[in-house]
């Protein structure tokens, strides 16, 4: 489908004008604030990656439930406690070593969806995945260089934009961010990480990514903004096939979170990570159409002379309200400016009492 095709499909949908919003704040060339960031989740790995095998996927936090409650014989339903428990009775290098055994990194490859994520002018890119995907996917960038950050100490050396691991990566980090006691002391353990996120949040507006409304970082993260930051965080916008009952889009607005929820635009898919994948295409391709245009391309309008001096004067006005603001009007464009002017139908007698009428 084309750029112009799911723009149009995406006008449709109760949530375009958040889109909308959020899309002129990403492009938003002025300095009255910094932007907007990205923090990446699980979900957008798990439809993103490619690799040789078309039957494995990514896992997600319960498939990694489901396979810790195995080897403890075991039974729960909150992931943290239940990597708690794995902690505890086999050692947090235990659950290390499963973590990076069940995801592989180094089998699984960037995706096109990275690459039209990355494109984007994100003033940071944080991520609670413990994959290098999005590394990885911006070393193939042209246009566009992300700063890595992997470990605390690497934030003073790094700048923007940074593609930021909060939680850790697989092969190269000795910590990764899993457990509930990992979270419960992360604000002490990770104060540098805490202190960014937090500027990050007061500064620019969050597009969360990835996640779904029941994701264990989801509900981390903005629990913490929610208790940390009140009023002083910009508005976070959770995107996807949320599949939302009123019920829960309230429970988000609650917490300062705007929904855009694509569900309506995936219907006809029946695998769930399908849905998530074309969900996550529509909107990159959304904010990308949304763009608007370098004011140095501006022009004027081509007046019709044929056409009444009440739609002429309309063209002009339109104009006007759209003229960038520079001080000197470039040359070229004064000369169409005063060519239109000096139009004679708009000094005839005959010409006002027709805008009278």
């Not at 060339?29 to 699980?42: K, L, P, R």
């Not at 690459?115 to 994100?122: A, I, M």
């Not at 889009?249 to 929820?261: F, G």
């Amino acid at each position: 489908m084309s750029t112009e095709a799911k723009l149009s499909q995406i006008r449709n949908i109760s949530d375009f004008p958040v889109l909308e919003r959020f899309a002129s704040v990403l492009w938003r060339s002025d300095n009255s604030f910094h932007g907007a960031a990205v923090m990446v989740g699980a979900g957008f790995s798990r439809c993103s990656a490619n690799s040789g095998d078309a039957t494995k996927k990514l896992p997600l936090w319960f498939d990694l439930s489901n396979v810790l409650q195995k080897e403890l014989k075991s039974e729960g339903t909150d992931p943290l406690r239940i990597a708690e428990e794995y902690s505890a009775y086999f050692g947090k290098q235990a659950l290390n070593e499963l973590i990076k055994k069940e995801l592989n990194d180094s089998a699984w490859f960037p995706g096109q969806l990275h690459n039209e994520l990355l494109e984007l002018p994100w003033t940071e890119v944080l991520t609670t995945n413990w994959d290098s995907l999005l590394e990885r996917a911006s070393d193939r960038l042209q246009e566009r260089f992300y700063n890595l950050v992997n470990r605390q100490e690497d934030l003073s050396s790094a700048r923007s934009p940074r593609i930021v691991k909060l939680h850790g990566t697989v092969n190269v980090t000795n910590e990764l961010i899993f457990t509930q006691e990992d979270y419960r002391t992360y604000p002490a353990s990770h104060a540098a990480f805490v202190n960014f996120a937090r500027q990050v949040f007061i500064e620019n507006e969050l597009c969360l990514i990835g996640f779904s409304g029941d994701d264990p970082n989801f509900l981390q993260w903005a629990g913490w903004v929610r208790d940390h930051l009140s009023n002083s965080a910009r508005k976070i916008y959770l995107v996807g096939a949320l599949g939302l009952t009123a019920a829960k889009r309230k429970y988000l607005e609650s917490m300062n979170i705007a929904p855009i929820d694509l569900t309506e635009l995936v219907t006809q898919y029946d695998d769930i990570d399908l849905k998530h994948q074309k969900a996550s295409e529509i909107f990159l391709a959304a904010l990308k159409a949304l763009k608007p245009e370098p004011i140095w391309n501006w022009r004027p309008s081509t007046l019709n002379y044929k056409a009444g001096v009440k739609e002429k004067l309309l063209s002009l006005m339109k104009d006007r309200n759209e003229y960038p603001g520079w001080l000197i009007c470039p040359p070229v464009l004064r000369s169409i400016y005063i060519n239109q002017l000096y139009d004679s139908s708009f000094s005839t007698q005959e010409a006002l009492l027709k805008l009278e009428d």
